[in-house]
């Protein structure tokens, strides 16, 4: 057995696999995009994939190694493998036993936790969280997950801790790909966005969002394609961001409000692509709400697209 370890991001958009050395040094890797249809086994096989493939470009087969930690949406059970509600997923709608499958398909322990948490806990030990003793990562991408650094350890709460995109900002408002009303992921995550942008194309509003993901063979409106479309002057896609924005100032106050951290670390693909562009303006949609005088520090993840994958290979250390 090697003394290399993987990692797995399984985003609602792509799935990031890196194979990782004892230093945290990357030795391989590989990307997919997540299935659109099929079952969660249909995700599992992509992912399967992805790290045999990062493995063989660090010289190695999967089965080598210590083992792989998966990043995963959803509920995911550390103790049993079996993610839940993975609702940005392709027919993840109940239970589907994660961990059992990879291990049979890679030939080596596999370890899950959530997405976001493991992101988070990168940025913590790595990045740009390191120094701080308590944080929240907000991660912006197909939807809005949360992690938590409480007195230098992570917090899980009951196991689902973390979920600051589902907090409510409008009571009775959007629909949220969750199913409930007025939670942050309702206006701010990219699935959510998607369906508005669509919705408001539909009743006539012009956009070349969708004329843009065709030209550019996307199955989705990637940060990509809303970046393009903004750089033109897009309205719908400009206005959408912005609200967008403001729902994250407004929820992430609230997440401040509780638990007063030394630091928010934003990440997350549209998060990576427009929170710099955005910093002003979501720092003072946070300062409308955060009871406090004094702000926590906002720094931007500084892993990059990695910054999931290597934090999931954390996981197998634990």
Not at 112 to 130: P, R, S, W, Y
Not at 153 to 160: D, E, I, V
Not at 166 to 187: F, L, Q, S, T
Request: hydrophobic fraction near 35%.
């Amino acid at each position: 057995m090697s003394d290399l370890r993987g990692g797995i991001d399984l985003g609602g958009t792509k799935i990031q696999t890196a194979v990782i050395d004892p230093d945290g040094n990357v030795k391989g890797e590989a990307r997919r995009p997540t299935p659109t249809k099929g079952t969660p086994a249909d995700v599992a096989a992509a992912m399967s994939e992805a790290l045999v493939e990062a493995a063989q470009g660090a010289g190695a087969e999967s089965g080598d190694l210590q083992g792989v930690g998966v990043g995963s949406p959803g509920d995911a059970d550390e103790k049993t493998g079996v993610v839940s509600d993975a609702r940005n997923l392709p027919g993840w709608e109940g239970s589907f036993p994660l961990g059992e499958t990879l291990e049979k398909e890679l030939g080596t322990k596999v370890h899950i936790g959530n997405d976001v948490q493991v992101a988070t806990e990168a940025e913590f030990h790595l990045g740009a969280g390191k120094g701080f003793d308590s944080l929240i990562g907000v991660f912006w991408g197909t939807g809005v997950g949360g992690g938590l650094i409480l007195g230098g350890k992570p917090w899980l709460g009951r196991g689902a801790a973390g979920e600051i995109g589902h907090m409510v900002i409008k009571r009775g408002g959007a629909k949220c790909p969750c199913g409930r009303r007025g939670c942050m992921e309702a206006y701010a995550g990219r699935k959510a966005m998607e369906e508005e942008a669509k919705r408001r194309h539909d009743d006539g509003h012009k956009t070349d969002l969708f004329k843009l993901m065709e030209k550019h063979e996307k199955p989705r409106l990637t940060s990509s394609i809303w970046g393009r479309a903004i750089d033109n002057g897009d309205k719908v896609a400009t206005e959408l961001i912005e609200r967008a924005i403001e729902a994250l100032g407004t929820g992430t106050a609230s997440a401040i409000n509780l638990l007063d951290p030394e630091a928010i670390i934003i990440g997350g693909g549209l998060g990576l692509r427009f929170g710099e562009h955005y910093i002003d303006a979501l720092l003072t949609e946070m300062r409308k709400h955060v009871f406090f005088e004094t702000m926590p520090e906002v720094k931007m993840a500084s892993l990059g697209d990695l910054g999931g994958a290597v934090g999931a290979s954390l996981l197998v250390s634990r």
